[in-house]
């Protein structure tokens, strides 16, 4: 049978999605993310960059960290991590009973599915945040539209008018919050005045260090990280640690919004 899913859900291709799967079993498997990335074909990075993601996806975290205990910690499994685990595999039983049955529809148009592989393109912006529009405040051209995160924190993001009316965005619709790592900045003064509209308060949970730029991750609340990437200087300059308190500072024009 034709490979059908190539370009839709990809189940039976190491993609994303599988990957990302069989990430979340390894952990469950071995409680370590050290592990579990080595067992899908990850580096720790990359493996830490995916639980990121996937928890602030999600309406609640699949994975945490654990302290303490006689091994001194690790990564586990929430129960909601892995009820997607179960739930997809049936997700992916049926898909394989949706090829079966497509590829006796002798009129389906093929070449349908490379064009929906061309719209569920991956992007490469760092962070995206799940949550929910708040309010909508629309103006000749640009329109301010407030998302709601699930920690609480309210995301703020100004797009184009008409950008609200062919998304059809509504009060209420759960969107994402789409935000390049190079487009958050850093301060350790928590009452800083700025302009920017958007000003997260957290605490810094990783610093990964470059000869020139670092990468820093700060979290806002429920598992919601956001990823700046800063110099290594500036890391330096500001005395930042994990644990540290600081704010990470966000242009409304810098955030892009997906449905």
Not at 171 to 193: H, M, P, T
Request: glycine fraction near 10%; proline fraction near 1%.
């Amino acid at each position: 049978m034709e490979n059908f899913g190539t370009g839709l859900l990809s189940f039976d291709k190491p993609a994303l999605l599988e990957k990302r799967i069989r990430l979340l079993e390894a952990i469950a498997t071995t409680g370590s993310i050290s592990s579990a990335a080595k067992s899908v074909g990850l580096s720790y990075k990359a493996a830490w960059e995916a639980v990121d993601t996937m928890n602030n996806l999600s309406d609640h975290p699949l994975v945490v960290r654990v302290t303490g205990g006689s091994g001194g910690g690790g990564t586990t499994l929430t129960s909601f991590g892995q009820e997607i685990i179960a739930n997809y595999a049936v997700l992916k039983k049926e898909y394989e009973r949706f090829l079966n049955r497509l590829s006796d529809v002798g009129n389906f148009e093929k070449g349908f599915l490379k064009h929906i592989q061309r719209i569920a393109m991956q992007i490469s912006a760092r962070n995206q945040l799940m949550g929910k529009i708040g309010d909508i405040k629309l103006a000749k051209v640009n329109a301010e539209v407030s998302i709601v995160l699930k920690s609480g924190v309210l995301l703020v993001s100004t797009i184009t008018h008409s950008a609200v009316e062919e998304m059809g965005l509504t009060i209420g619709d759960e969107v994402v919050g789409i935000i390049k790592a190079s487009s958050v900045l850093i301060s350790n003064q928590i009452e800083l005045a700025t302009s920017a509209r958007n000003k997260l308060l957290g605490m810094v949970t990783d610093v990964k260090l470059g000869e020139v730029n670092a990468q820093v991750s700060v979290d806002i609340g429920q598992n919601d990280v956001i990823v700046a990437t800063i110099t290594t200087e500036s890391v330096k300059s500001l005395a930042l640690c994990v644990g540290s308190r600081v704010c990470a500072i966000i242009k409304s024009s810098s955030i892009l919004i997906g449905k």
